[in-house]
């Protein structure tokens, strides 16, 4: 069963390029709600465990070093269908394979500097939520 939240990081080169404004305002005019938001920035130890399901793929360190360069946004957003609508809204994670009007078609680099971060399923949106956030901090 489909829930109504996802979770979603606004990555550093997103955040470098002072897209924070104009991504928060595609997401919203979308129909998402935020119901939590926070600007951080990851440890090592914390993208290491972020990722820990990368840690065998070759691109683990760089994807490490990557999400602790700088801070990133962390937020949790509620809409029916929240994982699903999300991932069409930020488009393929290689800018050059998303749809027209994508968040990553109109802020993302390249496959590896991709500026957004969605949830791929509705118990992966509740694990990385909670990684991010405690109940008090969501509303």
Do not use: C, W
């Not at 399901?53 to 490490?64: A, D, Q, S, T």
């Amino acid at each position: 069963m489909a829930t109504n939240r996802t979770f979603t990081m606004l990555k550093p080169d997103a955040v470098e390029k002072g897209h924070i404004g104009a991504i928060l305002e595609k997401i919203s005019a979308s129909g998402f709600k935020i119901v939590a938001m926070k600007l951080i920035r990851m440890t090592k130890a914390d993208a290491q465990t972020f990722y820990g399901i990368h840690k065998e793929r070759p691109f683990f360190g760089e994807l490490v070093e990557y999400m602790t360069r700088g801070p990133i946004v962390a937020a949790i957003l509620e809409k029916d269908n929240a994982v699903e609508d999300f991932r069409t809204l930020i488009g393929a994670t290689n800018p050059a394979d998303a749809a027209e009007g994508t968040i990553r078609k109109m802020y993302a680099a390249s496959l590896g500097e991709n500026a957004i971060h969605g949830s791929d399923s509705d118990d992966n949106a509740a694990i990385e939520g909670a990684f991010h956030f405690s109940g008090r901090e969501m509303f």
